[in-house]
């Protein structure tokens, strides 16, 4: 499939008291640690671009719990989701990133080599409830604070 250049999503997935971390390759981020994500393709719900761009550039698989956060810009949106880990090791892609791995939490808030946002990410995934996916069919998905719905 091809990328959308317009929608790309981020991952927080904690094991424990760890966050998954890749040490980027390019761009401004380039030799800095922050979460794994990218563009999500035509005709790909979020949610799948989350399990599929996690096991790509990881080895990681995961589950998407919900979403943290978005940022909407005129030229794309960024939106954030929490996933938890459900099994694979940590391994780099070779292109990406030249480094993935679960580094504790404490550690990371320390580390001159991971990025604000990474930080404030795993701030709000620590502290806030993630926004819910609920499958309205047709493969369409509606995220809702209400998960009585």
């Known amino acids: 499939m091809e990328d959308n250049h317009f929608a790309s999503i981020g991952v927080i ?3 424990e008291n760890k966050i998954l971390l890749v040490r980027h390759t390019y761009g401004a981020a380039a ?3 922050l979460n794994p994500g ?3 393709q035509q005709n790909e719900l979020p949610t799948d671009a989350v399990k599929r761009e996690i096991l790509e550039e990881t080895g990681i698989h995961v589950n998407p ?3 943290l956060s978005i940022r909407c810009a005129p030229n794309g949106w960024y939106m954030v989701f929490l996933a938890e880990y459900i099994s694979g090791e940590p391994t780099s892609d ?3 990133n030249s480094e993935v791995l679960f580094m504790d939490f404490d550690e990371l808030f320390q580390r001159d080599d991971a990025t604000d946002t990474v930080k404030t990410l795993l701030k709000i995934a620590l502290s806030k409830k993630p926004i819910i996916p609920v499958d309205t ?3 369409r998905l509606l ?3 209400n998960e009585d719905l």
Do not use: P, W, Y
């Open 94 to 96: 070779g292109c990406e």
């Open 31 to 33: 030799g800095k640690l």
């Open 38 to 40: 990218g563009m999500i």
């Open 137 to 139: 069919g047709n493969n």
């Open 143 to 145: 995220f809702a604070a």
């Open 65 to 67: 719990v919900g979403m």
């Open 13 to 15: 997935v904690l094991k």
